[in-house]
C-alpha cells in the first residue's frame, strides 16, 4: 500500500488526493451546486461527478452541448418546447454518434 488512507481511517478502499486546477468563477458554481444538492462537501460531490461520468459514459460531452443549446434556445424564445421522450431520443442519438 502507498500509505494513503481512506479518510474515516478505517479500512475502506484506499484514496488518493489529486490537486485540481479550476478557475475561481467556475470553483464557485461548483460550490453552489453541491451545497443547494445537499452534498456534505465539494470533495463528495466532485466524487459523485467524476463517478458519475465514468459509470454514464453515454452522456456525451456532445449530448450536453445539445441540451445547454436546447436550454438557450428555450430561454431565448428561438426553439419551442420537446417532451422528455424527444430528449431521451436526442439523447440516444447523441450516445451513438
Not at 15 to 37: M, S
Request: a negative charge; hydrophobic letters at 35%.
Amino acid at each position: 500500500m502507498s500509505g494513503a488512507e481512506s479518510p474515516s481511517g478505517d479500512d475502506g478502499p484506499e484514496t488518493v488526493q489529486i490537486n485540481l486546477r479550476l478557475t475561481q468563477a467556475f470553483l464557485d458554481d461548483i460550490d453552489a451546486t453541491w451545497e443547494e444538492q445537499g452534498f456534505n462537501s465539494r470533495s463528495e460531490f466532485l466524487r459523485y461527478a467524476a463517478r458519475d461520468a465514468v459509470k454514464h459514459p453515454e452522456f456525451s460531452r456532445e449530448g450536453w452541448k445539445q441540451i445547454a443549446a436546447s436550454e438557450h434556445e428555450l430561454r431565448t424564445g428561438d426553439d419551442e418546447l420537446v417532451s422528455r421522450e424527444e430528449v431521451l431520443a436526442m439523447m440516444g442519438d447523441a450516445a451513438d454518434d
